[in-house]
């Protein structure tokens, strides 16, 4: 599946890439500008992998531009020899740019500096300007408009199943932690469990976040919030598998997390708020610590584990109640 969606975006990319390039250069010969191959440079330099990247790409281009000519102006009017104004340009340039997270623009940037960087007899004409600036426009308009067509809707049904996919595992997962508490002599691997279902859900939420930002400015945030609780419900499983390693030896105590386990998994996939499930954690804590009183240090240190086991379940709960909370706004 993840395959086949990543194999139609290399495919897409690289479509955008050399139509994007080509027209922006069909363009810009047709204006008769010079270095006219700059425009497509341009454009492949400012397609990203979303749309919401590729404007921030534009406008960072079309400010570093400015201060750009402004340094060859500089140079070109102090320093005769081209090949030492070019280089201390370039080390004033990466400098600035590095020390504002802008080293993206650098390469279309050196561009510019190579075409207005000329012999020392030259001066930076108006005409070199316009010239400069119509390459960076037609690059960047091209490019905006080529990466409006973005694979949203297999992007959207791959984060479907993705979805699917994670619920089912967090089923899984479940189902062998009430199996693991049931048994003391089982050793089921569910520790690489979660570990494999975190490593899916990373790469999931990659994805989520692309097709958030491709949705701009219409607000989808739905399935990135939907990894993001996931990633953190995963955190406390971690935790939960843990104290269960110790508690198993004490099997009045482990049954009772068991069975609530097991109540708990037919609404892992439902997008509901767990209030009611909440009460029922609520309930227990008020049992455990009024019913459960313990007569050994062994049984007090395993009261005290299952607490920590309920106060887990019910921080599971709660990354949910915070998710399904945003499902209204």
């Known amino acids: 599946m993840?395959?086949?969606?990543?194999?139609?975006?290399?495919?897409?990319?690289?479509?955008?890439?050399?139509?994007g390039s080509g027209v922006s250069i069909y363009i810009a010969e047709s204006l008769q500008l010079e270095y006219a191959s700059s425009a497509g440079i341009i454009t492949l330099l400012t397609i990203a992998s979303t749309r919401s990247e590729t404007l921030r790409i534009g406008l960072h281009r079309i400010i570093t531009f400015i201060g750009t000519v402004v340094l060859c102006g500089l140079m070109n009017s102090v320093i005769s020899a081209?090949?030492?104004?070019?280089?201390?340009?370039?080390?004033?340039?990466?400098?600035?740019?590095?020390?504002?997270?802008?080293?993206?623009?650098?390469?279309?940037?050196?561009?510019?500096?190579?075409?207005?960087?000329?012999a020392p007899d030259q001066i930076i004409t108006i005409e070199n300007l316009?010239?400069?600036?119509?390459?960076?426009?037609?690059?960047?308009?091209?490019?905006?408009v080529v990466n409006n067509f973005q694979n949203c809707e297999s992007q959207k049904k791959y984060l479907e199943k993705a979805v699917e996919s994670t619920d089912r595992e967090m089923q899984k997962i479940f189902y062998k932690l009430s199996a693991y508490l049931k048994d003391p002599?089982?050793?089921?691997?569910?520790?690489?469990?979660?570990?494999?279902?975190?490593?899916?859900?990373?790469?999931?939420?990659?994805?989520?976040?692309?097709?958030?930002q491709n949705r701009?400015?219409?607000?989808?945030?739905?399935?990135?919030n939907y990894f993001e609780m996931r990633l953190q419900q995963s955190g406390v499983l971690h935790n939960l598998h843990y104290e269960m390693k110790n508690i198993r030896v004490f099997q009045s105590d482990s049954q009772i997390v068991a069975e609530f386990l097991d109540s708990m998994i037919d609404d892992l996939s439902k997008m509901n708020s767990p209030l009611i499930q909440l009460r029922k954690v609520a309930d227990l804590i008020l049992y455990i610590q009024q019913n459960n009183l313990s007569?050994?240090?062994?049984?007090?240190?395993?009261?005290?584990r299952l607490?920590?086991?309920?106060?887990?379940?019910?921080?599971?709960?709660?990354f949910k109640e915070r998710f399904v909370a945003t499902l209204d706004k």
């Open 295 to 304: 007569t050994t240090r062994e049984e007090f240190i395993s009261k005290v």
């Open 130 to 144: 316009v010239n400069e600036f119509s390459l960076l426009l037609i690059g960047l308009v091209i490019a905006i």
């Open 216 to 224: 701009l400015p219409r607000k989808d945030h739905y399935y990135v």
């Open 2 to 19: 993840i395959q086949r969606l990543a194999l139609w975006n290399h495919l897409l990319y690289a479509l955008k890439i050399g139509i």
């Open 82 to 118: 081209e090949w030492v104004a070019y280089g201390i340009v370039m080390v004033v340039l990466t400098f600035a740019l590095s020390l504002r997270d802008l080293l993206k623009t650098l390469s279309g940037n050196a561009v510019v500096v190579s075409h207005l960087l000329r």
């Open 307 to 318: 607490y920590h086991i309920v106060m887990n379940i019910e921080e599971f709960l709660k």
């Open 185 to 212: 002599t089982l050793n089921n691997q569910v520790w690489e469990d979660i570990i494999q279902l975190e490593k899916d859900i990373l790469g999931y939420t990659a994805i989520a976040f692309q097709y958030q």
